[in-house]
């Protein structure tokens, strides 16, 4: 296998990486955007303070915690592909809240109040008329964090995962050819955000099609 295909089989691994941490981080954003607009105060101290821990710590701080303060502590070790979905699913959720909360913060106050009125229940509510709402608006801003995360993937080079970065560093070690690697994994990172900045684009037009 060449330098070149080895680099590229990075990227399976990176995909995974981002796209499963991505999915953990939306559904723990959208949770603790209601609790942070929910009336139970316990819950929005919780959302309030989770989302100031993860975004006021460094996320590879958050990541070596996770991969090798855990097992010290509790004994339960976790691969490193694994440790890095858990890490940057946790990190992400939290900027994500943050996001999904001021779109829904957004949404017309007439509309909460109109399906109040009608009776129509809350859960209800948030799932069919403020939530796909607050996704419109806040689509562009969703998008962004997903690029940030693939971005950042890159970190979790530092715990052995074979990602592009991993690999890359790897064959320039043995070839010597640093600028070489290091550039054409830059190239496929820039690759990756473009085909992500593309596909929030065409959402994003279909979208305006059904408003």
């Known amino acids: 296998m060449g330098s070149m295909d080895y680099i590229l ?12 941490a991505g999915i953990i981080g939306f559904i723990i954003g959208t949770l603790l955007a209601l609790c942070k607009i929910g009336r139970i105060k316990l819950l929005r101290i919780f959302a309030d303070v989770y989302t100031s821990i993860f975004r006021g710590t460094p996320l590879v701080l958050q990541l070596m915690l996770i991969f090798f303060g855990l097992p010290q502590a509790t004994g339960i070790t976790f691969e490193p592909v694994t440790a890095a979905i858990l890490a940057f699913g946790l990190n992400s959720g939290a900027y994500i809240s943050e996001v999904i909360r001021a779109g829904i913060m957004a949404v017309d106050k007439g509309q909460r109040e109109a399906a109040m009125a009608l009776g129509v229940p809350y859960r209800q509510m948030m799932k069919d008329i403020i939530l796909p709402q607050a996704l419109k608006n ?24 074979m990602d592009v970065m991993r690999r890359s560093f790897m064959t320039a070690s043995n070839t010597y050819a640093y600028l070489e690697a290091f550039m054409f994994a830059g190239l496929i990172y820039y690759v990756l955000v473009m085909i992500l900045t593309l596909i929030g684009k065409l959402i994003e037009r279909r979208m305006r099609r059904y408003d």
Do not use: D, F, W
């Open 9 to 20: 089989a990075g990227v399976k691994v990176t995909l995974q990486v981002v796209s499963l």
């Open 138 to 161: 806040i689509l562009p801003a969703l998008m962004n964090e997903y690029i940030t995360l693939t971005k950042e993937s890159a970190i979790v080079t530092v715990i052995g995962v």
